[in-house]
Structures are given as C-alpha cells and as structure tokens.
C-alpha cells in the first residue's frame, strides 16, 4: 500500500524559532525522498533531495531514518518568508514503472509570525 | 531552469464541455504527469506518461484521457466536464520517474 503521511498542522510559530516536520513513509523499498514547498495558491517547488546521511542548505536540515521509515525537515531561524506548506515526496516502487513514481504527502502548513 | 508551462492559469467551463488543458516542458524530460490537487486531499495523479505515445493511468483517471504526441508536450483531456472536476490541475515533467518532479503554475479551472 503507497502511503505518505504527515501532519497536517498547522504549525504556528514566532519569527526565529526552530521548527520540525517528519513524515513517515510505507514502502521500505522507496530510494528517492524529497521535500517541496508550496506557496499559497502557487505550484509545488523542490526544496531539497533528502541524502541517507542526512543534509543541509543553510537553514534547513533533512534527515533519512530508513530503520524507521521517516524523513524529517528542521528550520532553524524561522523567518516570515519560511510561511508555506511543506510536501514530503517518497518515491513508492512499483507504483508506475520500473523505478516506482513519487508520491507526495498532503503537506504540514507552517505559519511564522511577527 | 525548468519551464513547464500550462495553456491557461484560469479557465471557467460548461457542464459537458469538452476542455484541453495543454502542457509543455522544454527540458527534454522523458516524464510527465497531470495531477489535480483539492483541499485536504492533496495531489493526486490523474495520468503519467513515460515516452511519446505511451500513457499509464495514476490513482483518479476516470473522466480523464491524455495524449503525449511529441515529447515536450503532454495534454490532458475532460471528455465531458462535470462539476467535481472543478480543482487545480498541475503538470510536472521530470527525466526520471524516481527524481524530482518540476510543476507548471497550474490551472485552477471551474466548471459550471
């Protein structure tokens, strides 16, 4: 069974906070995980591949729990701008074709406050 | 960069019409996908396609049909709009199924 799950949120938070999202995945076999963001009323827009040892851009901290089966998204510093909904994206084998397809979740809404 | 790009970002339409919501990438990307995305159910994948001509059906393709005549561009059919196929449709193109997808802005469209 393909499933994505996160919370919905949403999360409300003050300018400079440091703020995590996990989101927990089904199929053990999945290689590719990643996470997007989306702007109100905006499309979907990749915010970082997620890497088994974990990573980082700037910010932002993914990390790959595969014993788990979770992904998580740290921002530190949280600013104004950060406001948006958060995707997790795993990729699901043998859901469309040989290398699976991606499957997104329903998204955590971040709301940072002044 | 990326461009996919959608025909139309708002489009209104009449119950029964029959309505082309067309798509192009200009990254030479092997993949797309039609995904339409409501409140509180996220995106769900309507049709994907892996190659000119080839089309394989995602989680909600009933009322939908696709045509992919040329690589770059990827078509997504209503045959017949009725009112719960009011939502946002977003195209996405990537150059494997198992790396990032890049979307177009979106067509929110209404069917009355």
């Known amino acids: 069974r393909k499933e994505v799950e996160q919370d919905p949120g949403p999360f409300n938070v003050p300018e400079g906070a440091t703020v995590a999202f996990n989101c927990t995945y089904s199929n053990s076999a999945s290689q590719s995980f990643f996470w997007y963001r989306q702007d109100c009323r905006k499309e979907p827009k990749l915010l970082m591949s997620?890497?088994?040892s974990g990573n980082e851009d700037g910010r932002f901290t993914a990390q790959l729990n595969r014993a788990s089966q979770y992904i998580s998204l740290l921002i530190r510093d949280s600013k104004l701008s950060d406001s948006a909904t958060y995707l997790c994206v795993v990729n699901m084998r043998g859901y469309g074709g040989s290398q699976g397809n991606l499957i997104f979740g329903k998204g955590t809404k971040l709301s940072v406050k002044p | 960069d990326v461009k996919v790009t959608q025909s139309s970002r708002y489009l209104v339409k009449r119950t029964g019409e029959k309505v082309f919501l067309e798509c192009v990438q200009d990254?030479?990307?092997?993949?797309m996908f039609w995904y339409r995305q409501d409140p509180g159910l996220g995106l769900r994948l309507i049709y994907f396609s892996y190659d000119v001509k080839m089309k394989e059906k995602g989680d909600i393709p009933e009322g939908y049909s696709v045509s992919r005549e040329k690589k770059e561009r990827f078509s997504l059919i209503l045959e017949s709009a009725s009112t719960n196929q009011t939502s946002m449709y977003l195209c996405a193109s990537g150059p494997y199924s198992n790396q990032p997808q890049h979307f177009g802005d979106g067509t929110r469209l209404s069917i009355l």
């Open positions: 997620v890497y088994s």
């Open positions: 990254m030479d990307h092997e993949n």
